[in-house]
Antibody, heavy 121, light 107 residues
């Protein structure tokens, strides 16, 4: 199993950024996928989840209405569109895979190495 | 939102000794509790899920226990590679929430 995030960088407050996570080594379209972030020197914060077929999406309150999770099962990729970025969105963003097939809302069995997003003017 | 509180914040342990980490939930999460290990500069790694079940490849010296609101991760005999930060996570209710972490350091 491999998860490879990309798309991070430095962005000004109020601007947008789109993260991608390319998956391989498993049957992508049978697993829910997550985004989890970690601010510098801080703990882990769950951000969003998308079900295996994309029909169910859930968000943390801190990003609801600003971030959108999506997936392209034909390309084994999950995305996080981040709009109206703020300083407190600065973090390493990890994508992770659900523990179980055809379900969502369980533990995260595999993680990518993360991509750093820095929101600063 | 379910608040997860881990204690202690830092645990100083000598190699070969036993380490006991605690995680408390603000309301019952049943046994929908996972533990993750994170080393500096690395992604988290799943250790335990469903409170008790070790993830694939996790050594038997790691064990989990508890239910409801009180959970424990025990490392029976600390190895050098076990010094890291440990997080608990509840997945009983949305939003999913993590504890603040316990750093296990060399004494």
């Amino acid at each position: 199993v491999q998860l490879m995030e990309s798309g991070g960088g430095v962005v000004q407050p109020g601007r947008s950024l789109r993260l991608s996570c390319a998956a391989s080594g498993f049957t992508f379209n049978t697993y829910a996928m997550y985004w989890v972030r970690q601010a510098p020197g801080k703990g882990l914060e769950w951000v969003a989840v998308i079900s295996y077929d994309g029909s169910i999406k859930k968000y943390a309150g801190s990003v609801e209405g600003r971030f959108t999770i999506s997936r392209d099962n034909s390309k084994n990729t999950v995305f996080l569109q981040m709009n109206s970025l703020r300083g407190d969105d600065t973090a390493v963003y990890y994508c992770a895979r659900d523990q179980r097939e055809y379900s969502y809302g369980y533990s995260h069995s595999f993680w990518g190495q993360g991509t750093l997003v820095t929101v600063s003017s | 939102e379910i608040l997860m509180t881990q204690s202690p914040v830092t645990l100083s342990v000598s190699p070969g000794e036993r380490a006991t980490l605690s995680c408390r939930a603000s309301q019952s999460v049943g046994t929908n509790l996972a533990w993750y290990q994170q080393k500096p500069g690395q992604a988290p790694r799943l250790l335990i899920y469903g409170t008790f079940t070790r993830a694939t490849g996790i050594p038997a010296r790691f064990s989990g226990s508890g239910s409801g609101t009180e959970f424990t991760l025990t490392i029976s005999s600390l190895q050098s590679e076990d010094f890291a930060v440990y997080y608990c996570q509840q997945y009983n209710a949305w939003p999913l929430t993590f504890g603040g972490g316990t750093t296990v350091e060399i004494k």
